[in-house]
C-alpha cells in the first residue's frame, strides 16, 4: 500500500492517466536504497468483469507508466522500474477494494503505536467509512488511515 509521500505523488500521477488506458493503478511501492531505487508499479485492469490482466497486457501498459513516472521525476538519478500484475496477494488500497473483496481471507497490518497491529481474518467489507475484519478472536473495524497494509492472503 502506498504510504510514502513519494509513493503517493506517483501513485496520484499514474491514477491521473490509467483510467485513459483503462487500467487500475493496484499499489506503488519504491524500495531499495536511495542510489540504486526501484519503484513497484501493480497495475489491474479498470473494468473489473475483465479478469486479471494478462503480462503481455502489463507489458504493453509500460510506456505509459514510464512516461509518468519520469514526468514526475522521482530520483536525481537513474531507478528500476518493475510493473507487474497484484498477483494472488493482492494488496488493497482504495475503499471500492475492500468492498469488492469482502468475503476473502485478509493479513491487515495497522499504524498502531501500542498493543496488537497484525490482525488475519474474514474481510467483512466497508461498513460506516470503516474496514470490517472477522478474526478467530472477534471483529473488528478500521478506519482507512489507520492501516499500514492490507493484502489478500490465497488459499490453495
Known sequence: MASSELELKIVDALEAVAGEHGIDVVDVEVVGSSKVPIVRVRLDYADEESGPISLDEVSAQSPWVNEVIDAVDPFPGSYTLEISSPGLSRPLRKSRDYERFAG???????????????????????????????CDDGGFAFDLDEIKNCKIKPTF
Open 104 to 134: 476473502e481471507t485478509v493479513s491487515l497490518n495497522t499504524f498502531a503505536k501500542e498493543g496488537r497491529k497484525h490482525f488475519t481474518g474474514k474481510l467483512l467489507g466497508l461498513e460506516d467509512g470503516k474496514v470490517k475484519l472477522d
